[in-house]
């Protein structure tokens, strides 16, 4: 914790009915908290005990610190590691980029070769492991989808990771702990922690000062090492998944207390339980089939967790005093969690919520419910939405519709699933498509308002909030009259000059 006094920046206003910001102010942060906005923050450091250090704003415009509402750290620290098959068209273009990197040379310190970013659905032949043994050989391979729901692994990954025998993919619960095995291998975590340390560092030039951490295992550890080591600070809260909730009820933690040894940055956060998969995988729970269900085990999809379990956990966490993120992708598992939510009386979020029934968002408004959504997916799923819901486009990534029900919005990316990068989050719900083509669905854009509003975990600056503000050249919201293209242009083009966390300059100045 810092002190820090930020002079002569315009504060942006997220609130409708707030006015315009015109004359410069001063923001006076001490020991980590605002402690003065406006007129009075000068006074107040020449008035403190000891010289407080000045960051000129220059005019420039300020918001609250910026947070993505749902990440997997370590597996976005990865991402560079690994051989991109994001973009491609059929197996055979992957095996291609896999042939091609195994020629120039294996240098991962796991021997395994990891790949991240394929979706299949809208592949017309499907991954085979025999397809991949053949260029592989002995060399274990793990191929992990775009929405990190399967993973298309060779005979000698299947063997080390101790998966089952198949012929095509590895999906949802039995993918998940070879997934997580992944990072246990030999050389796995200093790998990562690289990774992280370096999209820590992106990511504050980019304006994030926090991230609700979803990733598997227990993040809280993790983020006890780093904290402690050479990585950069950030606030986190990090999840827990159905196989922790015994230990960390044991602990006695509840959602919110600080974790040790982290000078109050990293917090425990929710309970986070995935209730059915994903649409790319075609595992999505929906209340009709998909369109090109005729191969479909499942054709509508169907629950990870039964009813009466999910509604059990849910107790059992609300007591020991933790909220909740429950992963529903499809409109039947939006259903499926509103149940339990309102059978339980928890307090949390509903994570994705990319397919809802427009009939469900009144009662979903009247439940302490927060829609944690991940605009970029749009520009990834558009294609396969169209394809499997054709007849449901109209209420997918209904962000407007969540909006005018009165339900609180929260933007994010699941990185990796998508960038890391909150002005792209934005943009995507601003005008629903790329900055250069068309607005999808446009009836569900919201403003740039919105956007950043849901961006900065509902957090202003005024005294008393966290000491964590941005300095940015233009002003977000852009001018009158603009198109949503050339607000997302805006967006996506925004600069971050300056980024204070905990009242320390972590990026600029």
Same mark, same amino acid.
């Given at each position: ?17 707030? &006015? ?43 918001? &609250?610190? #910026? ?41 991962? /310190? ?16 499907? &991954? ?35 998966? /089952? ?10 993918? %998940? ?8 291998? &030999? ?28 990733? %598997? ?14 990585? /950069? ?80 956990? #849910? ?45 469900? #968002? /009144? ?33 997918? %990534? ?112």
């Amino acid at each position: 914790m810092a002190d820090l006094l930020v002079r002569d920046v315009r504060l942006v206003p997220l609130d409708a009915s707030a &006015p315009a910001a015109v004359e410069p102010v001063d923001v006076l942060v001490l020991d980590g908290t605002v402690a003065a906005v406006g007129p009075s923050a000068r006074d107040a450091a020449a008035g403190a005990a000891a010289s407080v250090p000045v960051l000129e704003g220059q005019g420039r415009w300020a918001v &609250p610190g #910026l947070w993505d509402q749902h990440v997997h750290m370590t597996q976005w620290g990865l991402v560079r590691a690994r051989l991109d098959t994001s973009g491609t068209d059929g197996p055979r273009a992957v095996l291609q980029r896999v042939a091609e990197r195994l020629r120039a040379g294996l240098d991962s /310190p796991t021997g395994v070769l990891v790949g991240f970013g394929h979706r299949s659905a809208g592949w017309a032949e499907q &991954p085979t492991v025999a397809a991949l043994d053949a260029v592989s050989g002995p060399v274990p391979v793990a191929l992990i989808s775009g929405d990190a729901h399967h993973g298309w692994l060779n005979t000698a990954a299947l063997r080390l990771l101790g998966g /089952p025998a198949v012929d095509g993919i590895v999906a949802e619960a039995d993918w %998940f702990p070879l997934y997580d095995r992944l990072q246990t291998l &030999p050389g796995a975590a200093q790998e990562a922690e690289r990774g992280v340390a370096a999209a820590v560092a992106e990511a504050h030039t980019r304006g994030v000062v926090g991230v609700v951490d979803l990733e %598997f295992g227990a993040p809280w550890e993790q983020w006890r090492d780093r904290t402690a080591g050479s990585t /950069p600070p950030l606030r986190v809260r990090t999840g827990v998944y159905p196989e922790g909730l015994d230990t960390v009820i044991r602990s006695g933690a509840r959602t919110g207390d600080p974790v040790r040894a982290t000078d109050g940055l990293v917090t425990l956060g929710p309970f986070k339980v995935i209730t059915d998969g994903s649409l790319n995988t075609r595992t999505a729970w929906c209340c009709q089939p998909y369109a090109d269900a005729a191969q479909l085990a499942h054709p509508a999809g169907a629950a990870n967790v039964p009813a009466d379990q999910l509604v059990e956990l #849910l107790r059992r966490a609300t007591r020991a005093g933790l909220h909740a993120a429950l992963h529903a992708i499809g409109d039947a598992a939006v259903k499926a969690v509103l149940d339990a939510f309102a059978a339980t009386g928890a307090t949390g979020s509903i994570e994705h919520a990319q397919l809802v029934d427009l009939a469900d #968002l /009144p009662r979903w408004a009247g439940l302490p419910v927060r829609a944690s959504v991940q605009p970029a997916h749009l520009l990834d799923d558009r294609s396969v939405t169209e394809q499997c819901w054709p007849d449901r486009t109209h209420r997918a %990534f209904a962000v407007r519709s969540f909006l005018d029900a009165g339900i609180e919005l929260a933007l994010g990316s699941d990185a990796p699933v998508s960038e890391l990068d909150p002005w792209l989050a934005m943009a995507v719900a601003v005008h629903r498509g790329p900055v250069d083509g068309e607005s999808w669905h446009p009836e569900q854009q919201i403003t740039p308002r919105d956007a950043l509003a849901a961006s900065v975990d509902g957090r202003r600056v005024r005294a008393g909030a966290p000491g964590d503000l941005v300095l940015l050249d233009v002003d977000p919201l852009g001018a009158p009259g603009m198109t949503s293209r050339e607000q997302a242009r805006a967006l996506r083009g925004t600069t971050v000059s300056a980024t204070v966390l905990d009242g320390a300059v972590v990026h600029g100045g």
